[in-house]
């Protein structure tokens, strides 16, 4: 079901819980709001749209891609200033973003995977899980 975006900053601050195979409901609403939202934006945290759970839908080469519970395993030393734009926020901020990084995720089968990603797709996936951690551009 396709969610209303959440604007509310002292909700977003809050941090995220793990998920659990209970949660399965929200990967579905994920799915169906950045799909509604698809001409603005590449990626969401759950609790953009109300849940504070820590699963996320990133846009990786036309496909997208869920994370359950991803853990960023390993960064470069390179990092990069930029600037981003967030649904529940208006306007963008700067931002200081690591060049490559390995996440570990369960994907939305709750299968293991490790995966590395490098540029704006690293990119995408670190301000999601600033998110989690209720931290916001």
Same mark, same amino acid.
């Given at each position: 079901?396709?969610?209303?975006?959440?604007?509310?900053?002292?909700?977003?601050?809050?941090?995220?819980?793990?998920?659990?195979?209970?949660?399965?409901?929200?990967?579905?609403?994920?799915?169906?709001?950045?799909?509604?939202?698809?001409?603005?934006?590449?990626?969401?945290?759950?609790?953009? *749209? !109300?849940? %504070?759970?820590?699963?996320?839908?990133?846009? #990786?080469?036309? &496909? $997208?891609?869920?994370?359950?519970?991803?853990?960023?395993?390993?960064?470069?030393?390179?990092?990069?200033?930029?600037?981003?734009?967030?649904?529940?926020? *208006? !306007?963008? %901020?700067?931002?200081?973003?690591?060049?490559? #990084?390995?996440? &570990? $995720?369960?994907?939305?089968?709750?299968?293991?995977?490790?995966?590395?990603?490098?540029?704006?797709?690293?990119?995408?996936?670190?301000?999601?899980?600033?998110?989690?951690?209720?931290?916001?551009?």
């Amino acid at each position: 079901m396709i969610k209303n975006i959440v604007t509310d900053t002292m909700f977003l601050m809050q941090k995220s819980e793990p998920a659990t195979k209970s949660d399965e409901q929200i990967i579905t609403d994920l799915i169906d709001t950045i799909r509604a939202n698809s001409d603005h934006c590449v990626g969401m945290a759950a609790n953009m *749209i !109300g849940f %504070r759970k820590k699963i996320m839908v990133v846009l #990786i080469n036309g &496909e $997208y891609v869920i994370m359950i519970n991803p853990e960023i395993v390993e960064k470069s030393k390179q990092v990069y200033e930029t600037t981003e734009s967030c649904l529940s926020l *208006i !306007g963008s %901020r700067p931002a200081t973003r690591h060049k490559d #990084i390995t996440v &570990e $995720y369960l994907d939305k089968k709750f299968k293991h995977k490790k995966r590395k990603f490098k540029d704006f797709e690293a990119q995408v996936i670190q301000h999601e899980i600033d998110h989690f951690d209720g931290i916001l551009i």
